[in-house]
């Protein structure tokens, strides 16, 4: 069973940059996700990576302002978040499984990472 582990979360101010990382406790040819839940909402789909790196998916509101990307030799995955908003704040997941956007493709979570942009 992979286990997930994220760091790198933290408070930040609008505008300003955080780099998110999952490491994994084995090797996986999953492909693998990055899901946020804001207190009082559901959570929501952020981006997606293939095993390959060849195909990444992102939700809209972070297209252009955040960039997926692992490294199988690391059994690591990146969430680079550029230009954060107030709106971003949540805690983030790490999330290995099925490529997609839906979480319930995902079966492997870690216990997030909190993300707070203050405006």
């Known amino acids: 069973q992979v286990q997930l582990v994220e760091s790198g979360g933290g408070l930040v101010q609008a505008g300003g940059s955080l780099r998110l990382s999952c490491a994994a406790s084995e090797r996986t040819s999953y492909a693998m996700g990055w899901f946020r839940q804001a207190p009082g909402k559901e959570r929501e789909f952020v981006a997606a990576i293939s095993w390959t790196g060849g195909v990444t998916y992102y939700y809209d509101s972070v297209k252009g302002r955040f960039t997926i990307s692992r490294d199988n030799a690391k059994n690591a995955v990146y969430l680079q978040m550029n230009s954060l908003k107030p709106e971003d704040t949540a805690v983030y997941y790490c999330?290995?499984?099925?490529?997609?956007?839906?979480?319930?493709?995902?079966?492997?979570w870690g216990q997030g990472t909190q993300v707070t942009v203050s405006s």
């Open positions: 999330a290995a499984g099925p490529l997609g956007r839906e979480a319930r493709r995902y079966p492997y």
